[in-house]
């Protein structure tokens, strides 16, 4: 069975960083393509950043955190890592991780992330 724990969300100021991560199990983590998807408050799903699997390990961002957000994997610990820098206040949202790159794969529960001051 597939199962994806995202962590890491909360509650920080405009200009902090957070970290979310994302624990894998139920398949062959290092082959798959993975991604970050959000989910804002009245609004639809939004890609956010995706990593390649079977060792290529090309990212894309899209382009509302482009150089802000980081994208990693470390496919001994089955782990998704996203880094948040320069946090906006449009980057609240729910974030989850899913096993494929268009972000249409299956998803953890999500971890919250507001950017409140």
């Known amino acids: 069975e597939v199962q994806l724990v995202e962590s890491g969300g909360g509650l920080v100021q405009p200009g902090g960083s957070l970290r979310l991560s994302c624990q894998a199990s139920?398949?062959?983590?290092?082959?798959?393509?993975m991604s970050w998807v959000r989910q804002a408050p009245g609004k639809g799903l939004e890609w956010v950043s995706g990593?390649?699997?079977?060792?290529?390990?090309?990212?894309a961002y899209a382009e509302s955190v482009k150089g802000r957000f980081t994208i990693s994997r470390d496919n001994a610990k089955n782990t998704l890592d996203l880094q948040l820098n320069s946090l906006k206040t449009e980057d609240t949202a729910m974030y989850y991780c899913?096993?494929?790159?268009?972000?249409?794969?299956?998803r953890g529960q999500g971890t919250q992330v507001t950017v409140s001051s």
């Open positions: 899913t096993n494929t790159w268009n972000g249409m794969g299956a």
């Open positions: 139920g398949f062959a983590f290092s082959s798959y393509d």
């Open positions: 990593i390649g699997g079977g060792g290529g390990g090309s990212t």
